[in-house]
């Protein structure tokens, strides 16, 4: 059976720019809250969630906390004692998802699933 990472990373490759579209604001803030990112490519030391109000959780090592909003059509995301990261948040014809990062380059898919809360 093929795997499912292997599967999506396929998948990704026969999407091109022209076949995404950006969300809105109000799609990403819709969409980002009480959420894990499940991303394409798997890291395994690092997992992204995100809660109501804005909290941002990178778990891994080590756990971090820190804030996350919706500005100019991008998900930002800011950790201490690092840059903040802006991401364009991308779809396709069949509804998938894909990050694009501010340096830009090819978009990474992912998936969203409910995320239980952080202590």
Sequence with gaps: ???FGLAMSVLAALVTPDQLRPLSEEEIARRFSN???IPEAVVHDRAERFFAGGRYVVLGRPRV???FEVRGG???TALPLQDELCREILQDEDASLYFRG???GRPGGFRLV???PQP
């Design 1 to 3: 059976m093929l795997n």
């Design 35 to 37: 959420v894990a990112v």
């Design 65 to 67: 906390e820190g804030r």
């Design 74 to 76: 991008r998900l930002c």
């Design 102 to 104: 501010s340096a830009g």
């Design 114 to 116: 409910p995320a239980e």
